[in-house]
T-cell receptor, first 113, second 110 residues
Framework: DAGITQSPRYKITETGRQVTLMCHQT?????MFWYRQDLGHGLRLIYY???????DKGEVPDGYVVSRSKTENFPLTLESATRSQTSVYFC????????????FGSGTRLTVV | EDQVTQSPEALRLQEGESSSLNCSYT??????LFWYRQDPGKGPEFLFT?????EEKEKERLKATLTKKESFLHITAPKPEDSATYLC???????????WGAGTKLIIKP
């Protein structure tokens, strides 16, 4: 199916564990983004990528790692999860730089206990 | 500091009762202002992009307008299915990143 998919939808992990959230898009969009959404903070950018092998930090990158070896995939890894990383994570993609709409995935709800 | 503020935080309306949501911004060099709709448990869904003051866009019961300081999302004769959180975001200057508001939760009662 065409679109942008995130997995898993829900994840519970323990403090200190490494966890990877997956994001896959089928449009070959150049730009991909990872956001976290928390009550009272709105959407905050974690990392973004302009193309395969090109990534850059967003507003809140600490504790996260990304990679983009293929255009369609943009995994987000929490190297050592902390309770403050409990959040809903959204992946998004866009086919052009500039003020154009992004397409978001359905999100991953991550709970760190 | 670039900032986007949405008001009200929540709005309850009766079906058919028109109203407006506000998105005020303080940025240098606006390149675009975005409106998104977000349903519970889902990602934001793109609605509109506005590029310059005076621009308006419409989609069904929604109409977005833009001035130099704020944008309004007007909802005419809303239906219960219009219930959602509406998010506003701006892109400004040379910064590629979007600056997001916290959203307005809209509830339409039948």
């Amino acid at each position: 199916d065409a679109g942008i998919t995130q997995s898993p939808r829900y994840k519970i992990t323990e403090t200190g564990r490494q966890v990877t959230l997956m994001c896959h898009q089928t449009w070959s969009h150049s730009y991909m983004f990872w956001y976290r959404q928390d009550l009272g903070h709105g959407l905050r950018l974690i990392y973004y990528s302009a193309a395969a092998d090109i990534t850059d930090k967003g507003e809140v990158p600490d504790g996260y790692v990304v990679s983009r070896s293929k255009t369609e995939n943009f995994p987000l890894t929490l190297e050592s999860a902390t309770r403050s990383q409990t959040s809903v994570y959204f992946c998004a993609s866009s086919d052009r730089q500039g003020p154009y709409g992004y397409t978001f995935g359905s999100g991953t709800r991550l709970t760190v206990v | 500091e670039d900032q986007v503020t949405q008001s009200p935080e929540a709005l309850r309306l009766q079906e058919g009762e028109s109203s407006s949501l506000n998105c005020s911004y303080t940025v240098s060099g606006l390149r675009g202002l975005f409106w998104y709709r977000q349903d519970p448990g889902k990602g934001p869904e793109f609605l509109f992009t506005l590029y310059s003051a005076g621009e308006e866009k419409e989609k069904e019961r929604l109409k977005a307008t833009l001035t130099k300081k704020e944008s309004f999302l007007h909802i005419t004769a809303p239906k219960p299915e219009d219930s959602a959180t509406y998010l506003c975001a701006v892109q400004a200057g040379s910064n590629y990143q979007l600056i997001w508001g916290a959203g307005t939760k809209l509830i339409i009662k039948p």
